[in-house]
């Protein structure tokens, strides 16, 4: 009996599996409690366990290669798989708090490097709260790309302490983030591409990309099409606004 066959959150024709099996809420509470393991630094993020083919064992390790891309609240894994094909030696992670879905992605990794040998070596999921832990997980300066694509808009106003881009956060992000990094953000929601773009705008630590610098970004082009919540949007011909920043230093 084929695999598929025998497992059926796969799908028979591109052995990949199944999001039905996978569904869950849209949206988890960040302030509230979850039960997973957290690095305690790091230095104690084990490597091996997202990129064995880089590491093939905790104690071999490469201290010049790092991961370098964060996807916060990544969903479905989209544009995790769109990068790691368009950069094939950058380590890159993404970060979801809900269990289902995070299953999913690394379910989906597993599928797509049997598939396809060689490939997609270079990325992987962890069920986390970024929102708590990224300094668990980068050191200082080691990040040059992070992305919040269609986060949670958390509409009452009550909850905006929830939400993923705040002045607070941009501290933090902005620790994690090498000078010359850019953070991405878009979200079919106006008021909070506004919220985002402001925070951002008015933090001392970045700077806006430039129209130019934005058209020659191959990556600003996925931020709409690469993930299933752009793609819905699109569909529904809805709005995006999106808001690209770089880390800078501060002046003095």
Known sequence: MLENEANPTLSKSTGL?????????????????SHFPIPISPHHVDYSLHYPQFFPSPDQTDSSKKIQFADIGCGFGGLLISLATLFPETLMIGMELRDKVTE????????????NPGQYQNVSVVRTNSMKYIP???????LSKM???????????KNHRRRVISRFLLDEYAYVLQVGAVIYTITDVEELGEWMKTCLKEHPMFEALT???LEADPVVKLLSSATEEGQKVARNGGQTFRAVYRRIAPSL
């Open 136 to 142: 668990n997980y980068f050191e200082k300066g080691q």
């Open 147 to 157: 992305f919040f694509l269609f986060p949670d808009p958390h509409f009452k106003e």
């Open 104 to 115: 999913y992605v690394k379910e989906r990794i597993l599928a797509l490097r049997t598939a």
């Open 17 to 33: 599996p199944r999001k039905r099996f996978y569904r869950a809420r849209a949206h988890s509470n960040p302030l509230s409690d």
């Open 211 to 213: 129209s130019q610098e």
